[in-house]
């Protein structure tokens, strides 16, 4: 059976003065305006801001729970021991410091929180605070994934049971080998560290099965030869096919993480 959400319905509103020790739960916020204003310990959790100018108040622990702010205006606002658990944002101004300050204590609320947050500054073409989330995200993502399978706690163990541990583990394992190789699509400094990784491993494979490993200038020539071979302006006929279809193979990969790094940095301008 459904019933009446009760939800209070204020329009066209605005604060003149500062606010403490007030509810406003389970509001829709139409228009509201609020400049310089300061706010304390007032609950505003399962609320609605829609088009709402909050610009530079100030929020002292103030209850956000499970609110969803659309087209808001909070720049300069500033956040100190506010509750966000379950909030999202949509088209909303608001400063990145919140991400250093204000996200749940909760591994997996966390990173509903920053991807609300990133989702909502790629809307505005803020590549930097969407980044700056972006990062906040993947640690949250990779704590959560780890404590999935290890931690003992009652809410992870009474969640996580049996198959669902293992497969926990597998996802936090595949976390980590990508977050190695690319940072998780975030990291070209790490898929170039991945690169010369295998330059090495190609370098010490042609010396050792094809040149005499005690001499010094067969190290100098392979490492010159890795490259090329890598990128294939270089093809030895001594060096079998499979060999040099793995390379192949692996050179392609490279490239399209490549490009998925620079498609999801212009993608955030």
Known sequence: MLSESNRVHQVDKKFDTDVSNEEFKNQLFIRLIALKKQFTK???????????YLRNCQFDTCDFTGCRFVGTNLSGAKFTNCEFMYATFEKTFIDKYIL????????????????????NYQSLGDAE???????????????????????????????????ERVKAFMQ?????????????????????????????????SDVFVFKDYQRIDSYIQSVFKAP????????????????????????????????????KRFNRR
């Not at 993502?141 to 198959?163: A, I, P, Q, V």
């Open 42 to 52: 007032i609950d505003f959790s399962y609320s609605i801001f829609d088009t709402c």
């Open 100 to 119: 250093d300050q204000e996200c749940p204590e909760e591994e997996n609320l966390k990173l509903k929180f920053a991807r609300s947050l990133r989702m």
């Open 129 to 163: 605070s969407a980044n700056k989330a972006m990062s906040v995200e993947l640690k949250a993502t990779e704590e959560h994934l780890y404590k999935s399978w290890h931690d003992n706690s009652t809410y992870y163990r009474n969640k996580y049971k049996g198959w």
């Open 172 to 204: 936090w394992v595949q976390f980590k080998l990508l977050d190695l190789i690319w940072g998780n699509g975030e990291s070209l400094w790490k898929l170039v560290r991945a690169i010369l990784i295998i330059f090495v491993l190609m370098t010490l």
């Open 228 to 263: 090329q071979i890598f990128f294939g302006t270089l093809s030895p006929s001594n060096y079998p096919s499979s060999y040099l279809t793995v390379i192949l193979f692996i050179r392609l990969v490279a490239f399209g993480f490549f490009m998925s790094i620079l498609i």
